[in-house]
Antibody, heavy 118, light 106 residues
Framework: EVQLVESGGDLVKPGGSLKLSCAASGFTFSSYGMSWVRQTPDKRLEWVATISTGGSYTYYPDSVKGRFTISRDNAKNTLYLQMSSLKSEDTAMYYC???????????WGQGTTLTVSS | DIVLTQSPATLSVTPGDSVSLSCRASQSISNNLHWYQQKSHESPRLLIKYASQSISGIPSRFSGSGSGTDFTLSITSVETEDFGMYFCQQSNSWPWPFGGGTKLEI
């Protein structure tokens, strides 16, 4: 059974930093691209970052480019999202999601919550 | 960037009704459109890939159609377990936006 378990969410002050983790199991982690998707308090979904199987290629939307860094440790079956210069608009539930091919998200974790507030 | 517009924002139905949810892209995305369902307090679940391809384990009452800019998710004979949010997502070009969602309610 595919399982994705996120952790690391917290309350952070504007301008602060945080690192999220996603522990994967039930599949060959190194064979899949992985992504982070967030859901804002108004329930909108926003793709945040994608990383290739080996970690060589990463993709971000402009809203987080230069502030967020996605990475992975295939030996530990773990995905990461390092976030810095956090803003209030980064407040969201952050989901780890497995990419099928390079197109869609076929499995999602349960999410971890980031709140950016002073 | 491509924008996905879903309509209606809210759809009120009765169990047993058949419904259609719309997703419109701001430019052609071929069939690179995927649908997700999200029930209250749960994470999203993939329903349909590439506009019309079914997903293992998803009930056959869910179907998708469309290509280019106009797409439809159809639910034949809605059941109580189907109530929640539905989102579309495109993968034709980066960045990958989601639509704003349609809330299916009783």
């Amino acid at each position: 059974e595919v399982q994705l378990v996120e952790s690391g969410g917290d309350l952070v002050k504007p301008g602060g930093s945080l690192k999220l983790s996603c522990a994967a199991s039930g599949f060959t982690f190194s064979s899949y691209g992985m992504s982070w998707v967030r859901q804002t308090p108004d329930k909108r979904l926003e793709w945040v970052a994608t990383i290739s199987t080996g970690g060589s290629y990463t993709y971000y939307p402009d809203s987080v480019k230069g502030r967020f860094t996605i990475s992975r440790d295939n030996a530990k079956n773990t995905l990461y999202l390092q976030m810095s210069s956090l803003k209030s608009e980064d407040t969201a539930m952050y989901y780890c999601a497995r990419l099928s091919g390079v197109d869609y998200f076929d499995y999602w974790g349960q999410g971890t919550t980031l709140t950016v507030s002073s | 960037d491509i924008v996905l517009t879903q309509s209606p924002a809210t759809l009120s139905v009765t169990p047993g009704d058949s419904v259609s949810l719309s997703c419109r892209a701001s430019q052609s995305i071929s069939n690179n459109l995927h649908w997700y369902q999200q029930k209250s307090h749960e994470s999203p679940r993939l329903l349909i890939k590439y506009a019309s391809q079914s997903i293992s384990g998803i009930p056959s009452r869910f179907s998708g159609s469309g290509s280019g800019t106009d797409f439809t998710l159809s639910i034949t004979s809605v059941e109580t377990e189907d109530f929640g949010m539905y989102f579309c997502q495109q993968s034709n070009s980066w960045p990958w936006p989601f639509g704003g969602g349609t809330k299916l309610e009783i």
